[in-house]
């Protein structure tokens, strides 16, 4: 038995420890990169559910085969590209926040915030003027 | 067999050291770094499970783009993590035991690994997809005929996708600067290393081609409009690095971007209605050549294929140049 799940195992594994960064860590940069880590294992299980022992890639030709199974690879090829993007507005949200709070530490986060009488007015004085395409740039770190 | 179940042990262990060091780094930069050795382990081992369309796209999203956006964002915000206090460990290390007893536990249930008669391979499906496209479609790469015939629905969502999170990206840090906005930072350039400038000069024409044959060629080989377009970003963002934002700009100007973004959705979903005015369903493209379905299909999936590829590949570019004028622009 563990000669045939020693694959899934392993990609449990990584996608275990991404898991981890994304609960532990208050970093939310390093979450974003556990959020990565955690995909990858998920990416990689669904592929390596559809190999089949000894084949080859679904390109049909004369002479090859076994193939493994394409539906798998079509899923996971979109999600990488989709998964980029969404990598993408996490990462743009990080730096709305480190440009008005000043810090992108979960912890540091939430001790800005109470010490700010109104967090929510503070937020929407900076992010307003330049969202969503306004001319003046670079918002500024209070 | 021994080789692959060789190289496939010691790519997963690798895989695994690199994610532990990766949760174990404080400098951001350096986890970052090991992020793209890892995405490179990960299309290897895409390689290893047949998957070569996957492995392409993940050694040029992860390797390439990911990481350059990931250390722009660094370079804007801080690059040092705070050290994790001792409280946060615990829930996480809870939370991980109770997901991972779940999935060993389930996983007596999988098939194992490689074989051949899993529900995956006993589904009909399986035989629609790999032979039956033969006569359907008739193109030899049936991952490229899945993606754009077949579910050429679920692959207009994924488009959607991309092209809001570009949007999102936009509305969150504002569109890329103007040319002339932009201060080139006077203190480093990477163009006034020779080696890297004409390295880069002589490679940027040949990631073009590559991508442009990995756009056409995406029906017969490995390839098709994700890979190429994050090929072209790959090239795009290479170049922007290099000689600067202001230069990448001229080659590709704002208002190209900011047309080819919404072009791949409009090309894909007029496509769609083309066939239902001429008498099909959504996105089938049979009736597209009625007395030849196969060379309808052909034309479907090459006109569905370059829309994925330029809009992905504006996205791609549009969102590093907001980042990255981000950080020269104030």
């Keep these: ?142 | 067999m021994m080789t692959f179940v060789l190289t496939n042990v010691t790519l997963l262990v690798i895989l695994i050291a690199t994610a532990i060091a990766i949760s174990r780094m404080r400098a951001l930069y350096e986890a970052t770094m090991l992020g793209a050795l890892f995405s490179l382990v990960t299309a290897s081992l895409f390689v290893l499970l047949d998957a070569v369309d996957v492995a392409f796209t993940e050694a040029a999203v992860g390797v390439g783009i990911s990481t350059v956006l990931l250390l722009g964002v660094l370079a804007l915000t801080r690059s040092r993590e705070a050290v994790t206090p001792r409280r946060r460990h615990l829930p996480a290390l809870i939370a991980v035991l109770l997901a991972g007893g779940a999935l060993g536990y389930a996983s007596q249930d999988l098939p194992a690994f490689g074989a051949a008669d899993s529900p995956v391979f006993s589904h009909p499906i399986t035989g629609t997809y790999l032979h039956q496209s033969q006569e359907d479609i008739g193109i030899p790469n049936t991952v490229t005929a899945v993606l754009a015939s077949y579910r050429g629905l679920d692959t207009l969502g994924e488009l959607v996708v991309v092209f809001t999170a570009g949007l999102a990206v936009l509305s969150l840090v504002g569109p890329p600067a103007r040319p002339e906005e932009t201060m080139p930072r006077a203190d480093f350039h990477l163009a006034d290393y020779r080696i890297i400038r004409i390295i880069s000069g002589i490679l940027m024409p040949f990631i073009l081609l590559f991508a442009l044959y990995v756009l056409f060629h995406g029906e017969y080989g490995p390839g098709g409009g994700f890979q190429a377009g994050v090929i072209f970003a790959a090239g795009f963002v290479l170049y922007g690095l290099v000689f600067g934002l202001d230069k990448a700009q001229r080659v590709v100007p704002r208002v190209a971007l900011r047309i080819l973004v919404s072009l791949g959705p409009l090309v894909f979903i007029g496509l769609g209605l083309a066939t239902m005015l001429l008498g099909g369903q959504f996105l089938d493209f049979d009736v597209l050549d009625p007395n030849h379905p196969e060379e309808g299909q052909h034309l479907g999936i090459l006109l569905v294929e370059t829309a994925i590829g330029f809009t992905v590949a504006a996205v791609m570019t549009t969102v590093f140049f907001s980042f990255a004028s981000r950080g020269v622009s104030r």
């Design chain 1, 1 to 142: 038995m563990i000669a045939g799940l020693y694959v899934y195992w392993a990609l449990f594994a990584v996608m275990l420890i991404g898991l981890y960064v994304v609960i532990s860590h208050g970093n939310l940069v390093k979450k974003l990169l556990g959020l990565t880590v955690f995909q990858v294992g998920v990416f990689l299980f669904f592929i390596s559910v559809g190999k089949v022992a000894g084949g080859s890639a679904p390109i049909i030709a004369e002479g090859a085969g076994p193939y493994s199974h394409p539906l798998p690879q079509v899923l996971i090829l979109t999600a990488i590209v989709v998964g980029v993007a969404t990598l993408a507005v996490g990462l743009a949200l990080a730096v709305r926040i480190f440009e008005s709070y000043g810090t992108v530490e979960e912890d540091e986060l939430e001790r800005v915030a109470d010490e700010q009488p109104e967090p929510n007015g503070a937020f929407g004085a900076q992010c307003v003027p330049n969202a969503p395409f306004g001319s003046e740039r670079g918002g500024g770190r209070s």
